[in-house]
Every structure is written in C-alpha cells, then in structure tokens.
T-cell receptor, first 115, second 115 residues
Framework: GNSVTQMEGPVTLSEEAFLTINCTYTATGYPSLFWYVQYPGEGLQLLLKATKADDKGSNKGFEATYRKETTSFHLEKGSVQVSDSAVYFC??????????????FGRGTSLIVHP | DVKVTQSSRYLVKRTGEKVFLECVQD?????MFWYRQDPGLGLRLIYF???????EKGDIPEGYSVSREKKERFSLILESASTNQTSMYLC??????????????FGPGTRLTVL
C-alpha cells in the first residue's frame, strides 16, 4: 500500500535558521505530493504541492521538489520565522482501487522556532 | 472564501452516548473525508465518501459510521462512544478524480472528549 515517512520532531530552530524536513514515500503509479501545515488550534491547510517528477512546489518561502528517483519530497526554507512554528504534514494522493484519489499522510513534524 | 465547517469545536460526552459530528462544505466538492488525529499517529482516515449516499471504509472504521444524504454535508456517528474515541476529529473535502488540484480542504476540527 501507499505510505509516507517523515522525520520525527520536534524540530527546534532559532529565527533565521535554515529548515529541512525530510519526507519519503512509497506508492504505486505516479502520486501527487503535498505539504500541509497545521497552526495551533486550527485544521490543516495546503502549503505547497507537486504533481509530477522534478516539479518544484513553493509558497511563503517554503520549497519542495518531487524527486522520483529517491521517492522524496523534502521541505526546505532558507530563513524561518517564529510565525512558522506549526506542525507540517507530508502527504500523497494516489488512485485507489475504487477509482477515487485517496490521500495518505505522514505522522507530522512539529517545528518550534525561537526568537 | 471557500469553507469547511464543523458543528462543534469542543464536545464532551459520556461513555455509551450516541455522538454526531457534522461537517458542511460550500465548494460543491464530491469527495468528503473524516479523520482522527492523535499525537504521534498523525491523521488516520476513518471513512470517506465520493458521492451522495456513497461511503467507503478508511483505515480505522471500527466503532464509527457515516451518513451523506446531501452533497454538502457529511456526518460522522459514534454509535456508542468509548473513552478510546477521545480525539481530534477533522473533516475534509476535495474534488473528485482531479489529481492536479486534488488538495484537501480541512475544517477546524472537533476535539471530542469521552468521559
């Protein structure tokens, strides 16, 4: 079956540090890949996505590149801010046997940014 | 602004009670999903629906049922609540069979406590 593995947290950084959160996946076919973010007390919201190999998704200074050869979609940001403190979920969407696109989520990585 | 709303942010129920969690989306999406979110376990899919009156089991359907009588509304039912169903419940929706834009739109969540 499909699965997503992401690094365990929490990840603790100082403001302006470089961020990497690793994500690897297993899927049949060619999934779409996503990063979602969950701020405290809220539901998840889409941060960025990529739908085919070598695509780069980007938003709010975050980037991730769809690497088919390494089945990875690592999230990066060059300079984090306190406001980036949240839980980040890597996810994929692939066709299920029933003909609809079922998402699979990683377990989430908590990011804490100190001033 | 597109929205997924859930009937309650916080809910406290007693063991054995029947519990209804309601979710409404205003985006005319075909797919709707119910997840539970627990620390260290990420999001686990309970049930999903890709059309009115259609439903499919997710990864952890035991102890739950769902109802979808109208396209915009998807209800999660706990027939006899138990303490191990204390969790955060998240509803989401997405467009059917569209991998390019198959992002999930989430509600704010319902934190259910079963005493």
């Amino acid at each position: 079956g499909n699965s997503v593995t992401q690094m365990e947290g929490p990840v603790t950084l100082s403001e302006e540090a470089f961020l990497t959160i690793n994500c690897t996946y297993t899927a049949t076919g060619y999934p779409s890949l996503f990063w979602y973010v969950q701020y405290p007390g809220e539901g998840l919201q889409l941060l960025l996505k990529a739908t085919k190999a070598d695509d780069k998704g980007s938003n709010k200074g975050f980037e991730a590149t769809y690497r088919k050869e390494t089945t990875s979609f690592h999230l990066e940001k060059g300079s984090v801010q306190v406001s980036d403190s949240a839980v980040y979920f890597c996810a994929l969407s692939a066709l299920s046997s029933g003909g609809s696109y079922i998402p699979t989520f990683g377990r989430g990585t908590s990011l804490i940014v100190h001033p | 602004d597109v929205k997924v709303t859930q009937s309650s942010r916080y809910l406290v129920k007693r063991t054995g009670e029947k519990v209804f969690l309601e979710c409404v989306q205003d985006m005319d999406h075909e797919n709707m999903f119910w997840y539970r979110q627990d620390p260290g376990l990420g999001l686990r899919l309970i049930y999903f629906s890709y059309d009115v009156k259609m439903k499919e089991k997710g990864d952890i359907p035991e102890g739950y049922s769902v109802s979808r009588e109208k396209k915009e509304r998807f209800s999660l039912i706990l027939e006899s609540a138990s303490t191990n169903q204390t969790s955060m419940y998240l509803c989401a929706s997405s467009i059917y069979r569209d991998p390019e834009t198959n992002e999930q739109f989430f509600g704010p969540g319902t934190r259910l406590t079963v005493l």
